[in-house]
């Protein structure tokens, strides 16, 4: 029996509602992970609410949990998973945590692949994503500073449709996809850090392959999202849309194939 696959995921938690942990924990438990998870901060909700309380974790604390995996040697994983983090402070910590993973398993996936979404990829690469060549641009210097496989996970260029592009690099090789998705008339929260759960989990589901990760990715995200608004549209209500993630079991565990990933080039 193959080893069961161990992720530890440093995310945002939400006491209600799906954002950060909440989003990723759920989905990949469901996909056969192990799930290990340290809440870089705990609020009461998500920010798009009118009041949002809580706590962020400092990096004393921080340390202090990594210590007690250390000391236990519960420190063996598969994946590192990260999301949300709030200061450099905590992020040059957390690099470290990444040489002291890899210390204890050399093949411990993180930092190779990476899922920003158009914004966030601007901030990376300090390059304007305005068009496909742009973009395309952006991630072929992602890949030059080392990540094997970049995935925008959406990007808006035209009216119809959003757009995921997916790129990934091999020696010499470099695969490259595009997938355009229906725009559905609402906006969502949490869906960067779901998509990101869910393409860790095919990828290493598949072996690694690119066009039938992204393809059960976005469209077991499209149905989530679709159930999620079918679900605010029924109940008539003013609240913020939550992912309908426990109602949408099936489509994470089976998703069907909604979306074709075309290949680029």
């Given amino acids: 029996m193959a080893e069961t696959p161990r992720v530890l995921s440093i995310q945002s938690h939400v006491v209600s509602g799906y954002v950060g942990n ?19 901060v705990q609020f009461s909700n998500s ?14 604390e921080l340390e202090d949990l990594i210590d007690g995996l250390k000391e236990n040697e519960l420190d063996n994983y598969t994946h590192l998973l990260t999301g949300y983090i709030g200061s450099e402070s905590f992020l040059n910590k957390i690099s ?12 411990l996936i993180y930092a190779t692949v990476i899922t920003p979404n ?16 742009a973009a395309w641009k952006a991630v072929d210097l992602l890949h030059r500073r080392g990540c094997q496989t970049v995935v925008v996970s959406s990007a808006e260029f035209e009216n119809e449709h959003l757009l995921s592009l997916a790129s990934g690099r091999t020696g010499n090789t470099t695969s490259k996809m595009l997938t355009k998705i229906p725009k559905l008339p609402a906006t ?13 989990a095919w990828m290493h589901k598949t072996s690694n392959q690119l066009k039938e990760s992204l393809e059960k ?37 089976k998703p069907k194939i909604v979306v074709s990933a075309e290949n680029v080039y």
């Fill in 188 to 200: 969502f929260g949490g869906t960067g850090d779901l998509f990101a759960a869910l393409f860790l």
């Fill in 96 to 107: 470290s945590l990444v040489k002291h993973l890899r210390s204890v398993n050399p093949n």
């Fill in 118 to 133: 158009q914004f966030e990829l601007e901030l990376l690469t300090g390059i304007k994503i305005d068009s496909i060549d």
């Fill in 22 to 40: 909440k989003s990723a924990t759920f989905p990949l438990q469901l996909l056969g992970f192990e799930v290990d998870i340290i809440n870089s």
């Fill in 47 to 60: 920010l798009g609410y009118k009041t949002c309380l809580g706590q962020k974790l400092t990096v004393k």
């Fill in 217 to 253: 990715t976005v469209s077991t995200l499209q149905a989530v999202l679709k159930r999620t608004l079918q679900c605010a549209e029924r109940e008539k209500s003013n609240k913020i849309m939550e992912l309908k993630l426990i109602q949408s079991k099936i489509d994470i565990e």
